[in-house]
């Protein structure tokens, strides 16, 4: 992995400012799953449940880490790690923005690209690996497994 010459010193904060961001994200759906009723709620609830249950995981090892190895430098040199988290918030954002627009295969792909370029990771095979491997398993999982439709956007509706 790619990283800043005094990533040594920052990267258990990289990985906490991740791992937040993973239960902040986690936490929208699972509030609007509640609001669904039947047994069509269960689902959204059980992806939510598993997404706070690996954030609090990388949340624990953060916190380890932390305790083990207490940087000499800063947390945020720079101000970078803050940046570089806030860019793949807002691309987590931009990504729920326009899945209603754009479908849900296209908005998904340019997070699975972008998150990781704003985090420093610079591997493109892997990235590409990364995002078509994803994109794979939730067309098998969602589309042919339970036979749900996801977002298509405007164009394809």
């Known amino acids: 992995m790619s990283r800043h010459p005094d990533a040594a010193d920052t990267a258990p904060w990289h990985d906490l400012v991740f791992a937040v961001l993973v239960l902040a994200g986690t936490s929208v759906p699972s509030f609007s799953a509640l609001r669904l009723s039947?047994?069509?709620?269960?689902?959204?609830?059980?992806?939510?449940?598993?997404?706070?249950?690996?954030?609090?995981?990388?949340l624990?090892?953060?916190?380890l880490k932390l305790l083990r190895h207490r940087p000499a430098r800063p947390p945020f040199p720079e101000g970078?790690?803050?940046?570089?988290?806030?860019?793949?918030?807002?691309?987590?954002?931009?990504?729920?923005?326009?899945?209603?627009?754009?479908?849900?295969?296209?908005?998904?792909?340019?997070?699975?690209?972008?998150?990781?370029?704003?985090?420093?990771?610079?591997?493109?095979?892997?990235?590409a690996f990364?995002?078509?491997?994803?994109?794979a398993l939730v067309y098998l999982v969602f589309i042919e497994g339970f036979g749900r439709q996801l977002p298509s956007g405007v164009p394809f509706s």
């Open 130 to 135: 990364t995002a078509l491997t994803f994109e």
């Open 38 to 58: 039947g047994a069509g709620r269960w689902f959204p609830l059980a992806v939510c449940a598993v997404m706070a249950l690996a954030g609090m995981s990388m």
């Open 80 to 127: 970078g790690a803050l940046k570089r988290g806030a860019g793949a918030g807002l691309a987590f954002l931009l990504t729920c923005v326009l899945t209603p627009w754009v479908g849900y295969f296209p908005a998904t792909t340019l997070l699975l690209i972008i998150v990781p370029l704003v985090l420093d990771f610079r591997h493109w095979r892997v990235i």
């Open 60 to 63: 624990c090892v953060c916190a």
